[in-house]
């Protein structure tokens, strides 16, 4: 049954993504958010009670409102931005990327990089399909349950999700990344191995900072709320050489839409402790604040900052191991 409800989310964003001009894609998507949003009623209170907390008396009520609709609206058109569209390639084409002499730079150095994304904020196809355009060779890790936008539990599921959802999926993905890289549920030092081999050979490893799959979390402050975050990205940067470089798809602004680089998070060799990581994982919380709170309308995930407890083991999977 919840593979069915995965088919259903899918099948509609495919509708949208397929209705001919920008025009009557994004009403039919105003559509969806808006519908969500009033079926979706505890998702709804979750999301409200996250951004009062935010952002205190800053905003009002309608405010707040409209905050909270646009989390529905993202994650719709998010959805709809994995259906490969005509106009894909010229959009991505022309979209600027910001910080680009980052990578180039850290590429250059030889040991690879690692471009630190939100699972939650702005169009994450979109950005990697800039960088595509721009001559980048992406190599996109992702969990073994991987559905796109679509936060799915972390088990094999039927046929449908692990074959027809996730087989499209990662399909289409390929069209623009070099190759899909997975993080199983399970740790091994196989699979760490595997994440290194691709920084030895420079390359640009793209990751999630706001990930969950992790024997052990990290707190940070994040949005005014205690988030537990994932370390792997940080160990993997400490024994390969390579620099953290967030990476944000931005909507608004100057030049924009645009996708931004940010300067290189360079891990501390010589301090191994718990404290090196948070500092780390706080400067990528950071940044994405600094975005959110200038764009809250292009946040998906506000629904999942939670109530500073440490994800539950349902979630709090093994990952990856770099030992």
């Known amino acids: 049954m919840r593979d069915l409800y995965y088919l259903g989310h899918f099948l509609v ?58 989390c529905f609206r993202e994650f719709w058109q998010e959805m709809a931005d994995w259906v490969p569209k005509s106009g894909d390639r010229a959009l991505a084409a022309q979209t600027p990327i910001r910080g680009l002499e980052h990578l180039q730079r850290a ?7 690692i471009l630190w994304e939100s699972n939650g904020f702005g169009r994450r196809v979109r950005g990697k399909q800039a960088l595509h355009a721009h001559g980048v060779q992406l190599y996109q890790t992702h969990g073994a ?6 936060d799915a539990t972390p088990e094999p599921g039927s046929w449908l999700r692990s074959r027809l959802l996730r087989g499209t999926y990662e399909r289409r993905e390929r069209a623009f990344v070099a190759e899909i890289v997975e993080i199983p549920l399970s740790a091994t030092v196989s699979s760490g191995r595997v994440y290194l081999r691709h920084l030895r050979r420079n390359r640009a490893l793209c990751m999630a900072g706001d990930g969950q799959i992790a024997r052990k979390h990290y707190p940070v402050r994040l949005l005014g709320r205690t988030v537990w975050l994932a370390p792997g990205a940080v160990k993997l940067a400490r024994v390969s050489g390579a620099p953290l470089l967030p990476m944000f798809w931005v909507p608004e ?7 931004e680089i940010d ?48 994800p539950p083991a349902a979630r709090a999977v093994p990952g990856e191991d770099f030992t």
């Open 13 to 70: 964003a495919e509708a949208a993504g397929r209705l001919p001009g920008e025009r009557l894609r994004g009403a039919f998507i105003d559509f969806l958010a808006r519908a969500a949003y009033g079926l979706s009623r505890a998702k709804r209170a979750r999301i409200e009670h996250h951004i009062e907390r935010a952002f205190g008396a800053t905003l009002n009520p309608a405010q707040r409102k409209d905050i909270a609709l646009a």
């Open 107 to 113: 590429l250059a150095a030889g040991n690879g990089a």
């Open 145 to 150: 349950t991987h559905l796109g936008v679509i």
């Open 253 to 259: 602004g100057e030049g924009a839409p645009a996708l």
């Open 263 to 310: 300067p290189p998070i360079v891990p501390d060799t010589l301090t191994d402790t718990d404290d090196a990581i948070v500092e780390c994982l706080q400067t990528f919380a950071d940044a994405l604040e600094r975005r959110v709170r200038r764009w809250p309308r292009a946040y998906r995930n506000w629904h999942l900052l939670g109530d500073g407890e440490p």
